[in-house]
Protein backbone atom coordinates (compact mmCIF):
# COMPACT_ATOMS: atom_id res chain seq x y z
CA UNK A 1 0.00 0.00 0.00
CA UNK A 2 1.54 3.61 -0.97
CA UNK A 3 0.97 6.41 1.51
CA UNK A 4 1.26 10.43 0.55
CA UNK A 5 1.09 12.54 3.41
CA UNK A 6 1.41 16.53 2.30
CA UNK A 7 2.85 18.92 4.89
CA UNK A 8 4.26 23.23 4.52
CA UNK A 9 0.76 24.42 4.23
CA UNK A 10 -0.36 27.22 6.10
CA UNK A 11 -1.14 31.31 6.11
CA UNK A 12 0.66 33.71 4.12
CA UNK A 13 -0.17 36.71 3.08
CA UNK A 14 -0.01 37.81 -0.86
CA UNK A 15 3.04 37.79 -2.77
CA UNK A 16 4.86 35.38 -0.61
CA UNK A 17 6.01 31.93 -0.37
CA UNK A 18 5.73 28.48 0.58
CA UNK A 19 7.37 25.24 0.15
CA UNK A 20 4.78 21.89 0.10
CA UNK A 21 6.01 18.68 0.74
CA UNK A 22 4.49 14.91 -0.18
CA UNK A 23 6.33 12.31 1.51
CA UNK A 24 5.35 8.75 -0.28
CA UNK A 25 6.34 5.39 1.24
CA UNK A 26 6.34 2.59 -0.92
CA UNK A 27 9.16 0.22 -2.64
CA UNK A 28 9.30 1.68 -6.51
CA UNK A 29 8.85 6.00 -5.37
CA UNK A 30 11.39 6.55 -8.54
CA UNK A 31 9.58 4.97 -10.86
CA UNK A 32 6.07 7.21 -9.52
CA UNK A 33 4.66 10.05 -11.82
CA UNK A 34 3.73 12.59 -9.19
CA UNK A 35 1.39 15.38 -9.22
CA UNK A 36 -0.24 18.14 -7.35
CA UNK A 37 -3.32 19.25 -7.47
CA UNK A 38 -5.89 21.88 -5.56
CA UNK A 39 -9.11 22.45 -4.89
CA UNK A 40 -10.93 25.34 -3.65
CA UNK A 41 -14.41 25.40 -1.76
CA UNK A 42 -17.46 24.76 -3.79
CA UNK A 43 -15.06 24.46 -6.82
CA UNK A 44 -13.52 21.08 -8.64
CA UNK A 45 -10.27 19.73 -8.27
CA UNK A 46 -7.66 21.53 -10.52
CA UNK A 47 -4.31 20.27 -11.68
CA UNK A 48 -1.08 22.19 -10.39
CA UNK A 49 1.77 20.44 -11.97
CA UNK A 50 3.04 17.27 -12.75
CA UNK A 51 6.11 15.10 -12.67
CA UNK A 52 7.13 11.92 -14.53
CA UNK A 53 9.19 9.54 -13.18
CA UNK A 54 11.89 10.86 -15.46
CA UNK A 55 11.62 13.99 -14.63
CA UNK A 56 9.42 15.78 -17.40
CA UNK A 57 7.39 18.22 -16.21
CA UNK A 58 4.39 20.15 -17.06
CA UNK A 59 2.33 23.01 -15.23
CA UNK A 60 -0.91 24.40 -15.09
CA UNK A 61 0.03 27.34 -17.12
CA UNK A 62 -2.68 29.90 -17.02
CA UNK A 63 -3.01 29.56 -13.33
CA UNK A 64 0.60 29.31 -12.27
CA UNK A 65 2.78 30.93 -14.74
CA UNK A 66 6.07 30.36 -13.68
CA UNK A 67 5.17 30.58 -9.85
CA UNK A 68 5.39 27.20 -9.13
CA UNK A 69 7.72 24.68 -9.47
CA UNK A 70 7.98 20.90 -8.95
CA UNK A 71 10.68 18.73 -8.10
CA UNK A 72 11.69 15.39 -6.14
CA UNK A 73 14.18 13.82 -4.03
CA UNK A 74 14.24 10.02 -5.12
CA UNK A 75 16.32 9.56 -1.47
CA UNK A 76 13.95 11.18 0.31
CA UNK A 77 11.09 10.04 -1.34
CA UNK A 78 9.05 12.96 -1.11
CA UNK A 79 8.32 15.78 -3.86
CA UNK A 80 8.16 19.27 -3.43
CA UNK A 81 6.11 22.34 -4.68
CA UNK A 82 7.40 25.64 -4.20
CA UNK A 83 5.17 28.36 -4.84
CA UNK A 84 6.30 32.18 -5.22
CA UNK A 85 4.60 35.30 -5.42
CA UNK A 86 1.37 33.77 -4.37
CA UNK A 87 -2.14 35.29 -4.82
CA UNK A 88 -5.36 35.67 -2.93
CA UNK A 89 -6.81 32.62 -6.07
CA UNK A 90 -4.33 30.40 -5.45
CA UNK A 91 -6.08 29.87 -1.57
CA UNK A 92 -7.14 25.94 -1.48
CA UNK A 93 -6.71 22.57 -0.44
CA UNK A 94 -3.64 21.21 -2.60
CA UNK A 95 -3.11 17.51 -2.71
CA UNK A 96 -0.33 15.17 -4.46
CA UNK A 97 -1.13 12.34 -5.91
CA UNK A 98 1.42 9.29 -7.35
CA UNK A 99 0.83 6.96 -10.31
CA UNK A 100 2.74 3.71 -9.79
CA UNK A 101 1.94 2.47 -13.06
CA UNK A 102 5.48 2.70 -14.23
CA UNK A 103 4.89 4.45 -17.27
CA UNK A 104 6.36 7.29 -18.08
CA UNK A 105 3.82 10.13 -18.23
CA UNK A 106 3.03 13.32 -17.17
CA UNK A 107 -0.57 13.03 -16.24
CA UNK A 108 -2.60 15.91 -15.72
CA UNK A 109 -5.96 14.77 -15.33
CA UNK A 110 -7.04 13.26 -11.51
CA UNK A 111 -8.20 9.85 -13.26
CA UNK A 112 -4.43 9.51 -13.86
CA UNK A 113 -3.73 8.45 -10.47
CA UNK A 114 -3.80 5.62 -8.13
CA UNK A 115 -2.98 6.85 -4.80
CA UNK A 116 -3.73 10.43 -2.91
CA UNK A 117 -2.67 12.09 -0.28
CA UNK A 118 -5.16 13.94 2.48
CA UNK A 119 -4.30 17.14 1.70
CA UNK A 120 -2.85 20.37 3.01
CA UNK A 121 -4.37 23.71 3.44
CA UNK A 122 -3.01 26.74 1.82
CA UNK A 123 -4.79 30.41 3.07
CA UNK A 124 -3.52 34.02 0.72
CA UNK A 125 -4.30 36.99 2.41
CA UNK A 126 -4.86 39.74 0.58
Known amino acids: QVQLVESGGGLVQGGGSLRLSCAVSGRTFSTYNMGWFRQAPGKERDFVAA????????YNVDSVKGRFTISKDNAKKTIYLQMNSLKPEDTAVYYC???????????????????WGQGTQVTVSS
Open 51 to 58: MDWMGGTR
Open 97 to 115: AADSSGYIAVRTTAAGYNY
